[in-house]
T-cell receptor, first 116, second 118 residues
Framework: GAGVSQTPSNKVTEKGKYVELRCDPI?????LYWYRQSLGQGPEFLIY????????DSGLPNDRFFAVRPEGSVSTLKIQRTERGDSAVYLC??????????????FGPGTRLTVL | AQSVTQLGSHVSVSEGALVLLRCNYS??????LFWYVQYPNQGLQLLLK??????LVKGINGFEAEFKKSETSFHLTKPSAHMSDAAEYFC????????????????FGQGTILTVHP
C-alpha cells in the first residue's frame, strides 16, 4: 500500500510569508507525528496527534507554528511569519497508534522548506 | 528528559569490513530504542528496535544491535559492509511511561554518515 506522503516536496518562500505543509498518513494509522530536521542534525520532534487531537505539542518552537488534523487523517503544519531559521526539512510520520509495542513510525520523504 | 548521543558523525569502512555505529542514551526509565536509516532523497526507514524482549536485536539488511543497560548503549553492527549500506543512520529513543507503554515521540541522535569504500 501507499506510504506516508508529503506535499509539496520543496517549498521556497520569502521571510515573513505564511506556509502550509501537508501530510497524508498511511491509511488506518491513528497517530501522526511532525519532526523538523535541520542540516546536519537528527530529526527534532514538533508535535504528535492521536486521532484528531494534539497529544503532545511540546516541540513546537513558538506560537508561529501550528498543526491541525481535523478529521484524524491528513494533517497540515502551518507556519506564520516565516523566518530564515525555519529553513529545514519537515518530516511527517505515522503509526498504527502512539506508544506501545506497535508504535513503529513510518516516515514520509519530507518537505524541504527554504526561507529566503 | 531523554537524550541520545551518536559517537562519530562520519564512519568510513571498506567493503566487507565490520560496521560499528555507536549510540548511547540517557533516559530516566528503561526506554525503547530504535535505529533508522536514511538513504539520499528518501524517508527514514526503520532498521530495528529494542522493546525489552531481547537484548540482542536483529534487523533488516543484516544489521543487529545489542542493548547494554550497564553501559546505556545500543550500538549498531553488521559483520560485513556492502556498498549499498552507504547512508545516514540515526539512533532514537522513546521513553516508557510508568505503566510500560512508550511515549509517542522519538528523540533522535545527530546521525552518523556511513561511507563504504570498494
Amino acid at each position: 500500500g501507499a506510504g506516508v506522503s508529503q506535499t509539496p516536496s520543496n517549498k521556497v518562500t520569502e521571510k515573513g510569508k505564511y506556509v502550509e505543509l501537508r501530510c497524508d498518513p498511511i491509511s488506518g494509522h491513528t497517530a501522526l507525528y511532525w519532526y523538523r530536521q535541520s542540516l546536519g542534525q537528527g530529526p527534532e520532534f514538533l508535535i504528535y496527534f492521536q486521532g484528531t487531537g494534539a497529544a503532545d505539542d511540546s516541540g513546537l518552537p513558538n506560537d508561529r507554528f501550528f498543526a491541525v488534523r481535523p478529521e484524524g487523517s491528513v494533517s497540515t503544519l502551518k507556519i506564520q511569519r516565516t523566518e530564515r531559521g525555519d529553513s529545514a526539512v519537515y518530516l511527517c510520520a505515522s503509526s498504527l497508534r502512539a506508544g506501545g509495542l506497535m508504535n513503529e513510525q513510518f516516515f514520509g520523504p519530507g518537505t524541504r522548506l527554504t526561507v529566503l | 528528559a531523554q537524550s541520545v548521543t551518536q559517537l562519530g558523525s562520519h564512519v568510513s569502512v571498506s567493503e566487507g569490513a565490520l560496521v560499528l555505529l555507536r549510540c548511547n542514551y540517557s533516559s530516566s526509565v528503561p526506554p525503547y530504542l530504535f535505529w533508522y536509516v536514511q538513504y539520499p532523497n528518501q524517508g527514514l526507514q526503520l532498521l530495528l528496535k529494542y522493546t525489552s524482549a531481547a537484548t540482542l536485536v536483529k534487523g533488516i539488511n543484516g544489521f543487529e544491535a545489542e542493548f547494554k543497560k550497564s553501559e546505556t548503549s545500543f550500538h549498531l553492527t553488521k559483520p560485513s559492509a556492502h556498498m549499498s549500506d552507504a547512508a545516514e543512520y540515526f539512533c532514537a529513543v522513546s521513553d516508557l511511561r510508568a505503566g510500560g507503554t512508550s511515549y509517542g515521540k522519538l528523540t533522535f541522535g545527530q546521525g552518523t554518515i556511513l561511507t563504504v569504500h570498494p
